[in-house]
């Protein structure tokens, strides 16, 4: 494959990538990094590191348009970041001594667990009395959210507070470990544990994804993980899909966002699986 085949190919999955991780809030890297290394032969070193660059893009080009449609809470944002980026410098760090199959698996166990939670039909979860509702109320991290029946605004409270931080400081991890943005595990943090509408959660996790990104990027860029080759025509192509998803994410139901987030962890799941074990 000649360089500018392999920028056109690279180019033409990262549009995909970057439709689906609008559409679901994952920031694109869950499926840039599977798609380099399966699809193009791409070490798992550098396809991380491009799918970091890929993520802090995939977050720049679709945040601002959820921001303008009030779908992102910027409180809880921000107050979940305290956690995730720790949880990401952590994880950039380890991804340094990590054995290259070790990463392979974590990957798919990872999308295993997260795509099983996100089948669950997301409910509200019962407050801890005396903590998580306290701190929530206390910070208003609570907001609105647009019914897909109605139509209409509807308040929503966020609940288990200190769960929540902890999937994140989670999230974080993985980000830095796996170059992934987290959202994966964001999502699930916000919705399932916390309460918080899928919707809203997916939006909030697109804004909240470039921060956690950034935060691990000096590491890669440090150690020389990044190459630009692979890392230009992946983020040009991720901003790209971000666009066309962030269009598509109001005119899709929450149920079946929730299915389609399913599928892509499952085929991710079992095509890293496979690449480690044949590694």
Known sequence: MTPLEFALAAFALAVVAGILGAL????????????LTILLGVDIR?????????????SSGSALRFLREGLVNVRLALFLELATVSGALAGATLAGVVDHRVLYFVFSAVAVTIGVLMLRPGREPAMAPGDSG???????????SIDDASGQAQPYEVTRTPLGLAMC???????????????????????VAMGVPLKVATATSNFMIGITA?????????????????????????????????????RIPAAGLRIVFALVLGWIAISMLLKGLAS
């Open 24 to 35: 679901l809030g994952l920031g694109g890297g869950i499926i840039v990094v599977p798609a």
């Open 46 to 58: 550098y396809a991380i590191g491009a799918s970091i660059v890929a993520v802090i893009a995939t």
């Open 169 to 191: 400081t989670a999230a974080g991890g993985v980000s830095g470990l796996l170059g992934v943005g987290g959202g994966f595990l964001k999502v699930p943090a916000m919705n």
């Open 134 to 144: 306290a701190v929530s109320r206390r910070l208003m991290l609570g907001g609105t």
């Open 214 to 250: 950034a935060a691990s990027a000096g590491v890669f860029f440090h150690r020389g993980d990044i190459a630009p080759c692979v890392a230009a025509p992946v983020a040009i192509g991720v901003v790209a899909g971000a666009l066309v998803g962030t269009r598509l994410h109001r």
